[in-house]
């Protein structure tokens, strides 16, 4: 008998969150990661940093609705998590988005600017490339070529 489990977001270790190494190599201030949760969701831990220092916010992408809402309610109260809010993306085949902390900058173009508000070194920012986030899960899997018959 196969049991369908519902879509619940759950809190796990910072440490099992598929991008907690690449917050651990960028962050100005890597003791952030010490309040960090991972948020479980599909199975798919992803990192969840608080804010502090000039880590002035955060944000999870999530692609359901319903799943940005109950992730919302696990952060809201924790520490360095002030202001939990969804921002609704109006297209349904889009993702929405968890934020925590100010309102991050509108300026979609000036990347340099977004990274300091997330928090990064100045080192991380002058390394990035713009397009170039986190990974995502299925990034971080190794991609190998079905065996020759």
């Given amino acids: 008998m196969t049991v369908v489990r519902p879509l619940i977001p759950r809190l796990v270790s910072a440490r099992l969150a598929y991008d907690f190494e690449y917050f651990a190599n960028r962050l100005a201030d890597p003791s952030l990661l010490d309040g960090a949760v991972g948020v ?52 349904q085949d889009a993702r929405h988005v968890v934020e925590w902390g100010d309102q991050p900058p509108t300026c979609a173009y000036n990347d340099a600017a977004r990274r300091r508000f997330y928090g990064y070194t100045e080192d991380a920012i002058r390394r990035s490339h713009p397009g170039h986030g986190p990974p995502t899960p299925s990034s971080t899997a190794p991609h190998l070529s079905p065996p020759m018959s």
């Fill in 40 to 91: 479980c969701i599909h199975r798919a831990p992803l990192l969840a940093v608080p804010t502090g220092g000039s880590r002035r916010g955060g944000s999870l992408s999530v692609d359901l609705l319903v799943l940005a809402d109950k992730t919302r309610r696990l952060l809201t109260g924790l520490p360095g998590f002030a202001d939990v809010r969804v921002r609704a993306s109006p297209f």
